[in-house]
């Protein structure tokens, strides 16, 4: 399984899965391009890859996932500095234990885990194309069967408050909005060279509590105890990114070690709901000047 000379796009690399994908691929020879927030975190993933692939090639383009606008500005460099993207990995994702909103008015949570993906792949589908065959690869979440009976489209716009308790509900929902747009992003690339898959990569100690009071001691409780390490989620990614068996395999939803394909959680298995918060989401998107 190898990626030398492939280009590969990373969202929320600087961490938890995003770095371990990264690491990974580098070792398989990709060329990197990693997006990040964080300056300093950002050059530790960097000094991390490198050493355990000297001369491996990385860049790093930098904006935030909450803001809509930066997620476009991130997309125009990739293209500006890339002609060529053989896989972009939708890998950053957001648990707000408290309401936050966007500067468009979307709830965090909705912003980072669906829109943002969303817009970015919009910006770079013509380069994927361009690419030869390529894929994309959307990171979704077991947090999605704990979401409930919910209308996605309402959801979309939705800007209620809610209790740290009740953010797992929107969290899960979220991620069920990002395996919908992975479906209906497959259906539409039906009669391409891009493949298109969602996966969970089950429980992994990643950050993503980081809000927590008791965070910190807990992951180092986890990690101690060999529980949630992100390295083997990370292999799910990696697998489903570059390994040749994947490479017509498209419309799926993965998880598990052994990259089993399962069927996810309702309404992720909706067709109808996928087309439909498509739609939704380009009126928004485009209503908002973005597309």
């Given at each position: 399984m190898m990626a030398k000379g492939q280009t590969v796009v990373i969202t929320g690399a600087t961490g938890g899965l995003g770095q371990c994908a990264a690491i990974d691929l580098a070792r398989h020879g990709a060329r990197l391009v990693l997006t990040a927030r964080d300056k300093q975190r950002a050059e530790i993933t960097v000094n991390l890859i490198k050493a355990e692939t000297p001369g491996a090639e990385v860049d790093v383009v930098f904006g935030d996932f909450s803001d809509l606008a930066s997620v476009a500005e991130i997309g125009r460099q990739i293209i500006q500095r890339h002609g060529n993207i053989d896989v972009l990995i939708n890998n950053a994702g957001l648990h707000a234990f408290s309401p936050r909103f966007s500067r468009d008015g979307h709830a965090e949570m909705v912003t980072v885990n669906y829109l943002a993906p969303w817009l970015l792949?919009?910006?770079?589908?013509?380069?994927?194309?361009?690419?030869?065959?390529?894929?994309?690869?959307?990171?979704?979440?077991?947090?999605?069967?704990?979401?409930?009976?919910?209308?996605?489209?309402?959801?979309?716009?939705?800007?209620?408050?809610?209790?740290?308790?009740?953010?797992?509900?929107?969290?899960?929902?979220?991620?069920?909005?990002?395996?919908?747009?992975?479906?209906?992003?497959?259906?539409?690339?039906?009669?391409?060279?891009?493949a298109a898959n969602a996966l969970c990569p089950g429980f992994n100690v990643t950050g993503l509590g980081r809000e927590l009071s008791f965070a910190a001691p807990l992951e180092q409780l986890l990690k101690w105890l060999n529980i949630g390490d992100p390295r083997r989620g990370a292999t799910l990614i990696v697998e489903l990114a570059i390994n040749p068996a994947f490479k017509d395999v498209s419309g799926g939803y993965f998880m598990g070690r052994r990259v089993r394909q399962v069927i996810p959680p309702s309404p992720g298995d909706d067709l109808e709901v996928a087309r439909a918060l498509w739609i939704a989401t380009e009126k928004e998107l485009s209503a908002r000047g973005y597309i």
């Amino acid at each position: 399984m190898m990626a030398k000379g492939q280009t590969v796009v990373i969202t929320g690399a600087t961490g938890g899965l995003g770095q371990c994908a990264a690491i990974d691929l580098a070792r398989h020879g990709a060329r990197l391009v990693l997006t990040a927030r964080d300056k300093q975190r950002a050059e530790i993933t960097v000094n991390l890859i490198k050493a355990e692939t000297p001369g491996a090639e990385v860049d790093v383009v930098f904006g935030d996932f909450s803001d809509l606008a930066s997620v476009a500005e991130i997309g125009r460099q990739i293209i500006q500095r890339h002609g060529n993207i053989d896989v972009l990995i939708n890998n950053a994702g957001l648990h707000a234990f408290s309401p936050r909103f966007s500067r468009d008015g979307h709830a965090e949570m909705v912003t980072v885990n669906y829109l943002a993906p969303w817009l970015l792949t919009h910006i770079l589908r013509g380069t994927l194309m361009r690419s030869g065959s390529s894929r994309i690869v959307t990171v979704g979440s077991d947090a999605s069967r704990r979401g409930g009976t919910f209308d996605p489209l309402a959801v979309l716009v939705d800007c209620s408050a809610f209790s740290a308790r009740g953010s797992s509900a929107l969290y899960g929902r979220t991620k069920t909005m990002a395996i919908l747009f992975s479906m209906e992003l497959a259906r539409q690339l039906t009669v391409t060279h891009i493949a298109a898959n969602a996966l969970c990569p089950g429980f992994n100690v990643t950050g993503l509590g980081r809000e927590l009071s008791f965070a910190a001691p807990l992951e180092q409780l986890l990690k101690w105890l060999n529980i949630g390490d992100p390295r083997r989620g990370a292999t799910l990614i990696v697998e489903l990114a570059i390994n040749p068996a994947f490479k017509d395999v498209s419309g799926g939803y993965f998880m598990g070690r052994r990259v089993r394909q399962v069927i996810p959680p309702s309404p992720g298995d909706d067709l109808e709901v996928a087309r439909a918060l498509w739609i939704a989401t380009e009126k928004e998107l485009s209503a908002r000047g973005y597309i």
